[in-house]
């Protein structure tokens, strides 16, 4: 059984019948100062880093691996579960407007020849 610490909210899971096959806590947080625009976002005010990559997981889709919202701007990630036989990377996301625009752009497909699955919320 996974617990999950009152702070951290930034997750993703492979849920399957009966269990839970993997949770992912994201990585990377987005923290955004722009005074003249009138934006502060600090998500390391309310949500502790994961300490680690969880490795793909196999579903009747193909080995699914998890990252989360701001996690898909660090090619690393993405390359990392691409070696370890990732076919799809999953990217769970509540971006801004603005700020999705900019995100999903740099999606990692490309580079990873992989499909990146979002769902923006």
Do not use: N, Q
């Given at each position: 059984m996974h617990t999950v610490p009152p702070k951290n909210r930034g997750s993703a899971s492979v849920p399957f019948p009966g269990c839970i096959a993997s949770v992912y806590r994201k990585c990377h947080l987005f923290d955004v100062e722009l005074p003249g625009r009138g934006v502060s976002l600090k998500e390391s005010a309310f949500t502790i880093p994961g300490p680690r990559i969880v490795p793909p997981v196999q579903?009747?889709?193909?080995?699914?691996?998890?990252?989360?919202?701001?996690?898909?701007?660090?090619?690393?990630?993405?390359l990392a579960l691409v070696r370890q036989g990732a076919e799809i990377l999953t990217y769970p996301s509540a971006f801004t407007v603005a700020t999705g625009a900019a995100h999903w752009e740099v999606s990692r497909s490309k580079s990873t020849k992989s499909f990146p699955v979002g769902a923006d919320g």
């Open positions: 579903t009747p889709l193909g080995k699914v691996g998890l990252g989360v919202c701001y996690d898909l701007r660090f090619p690393e990630l993405s």
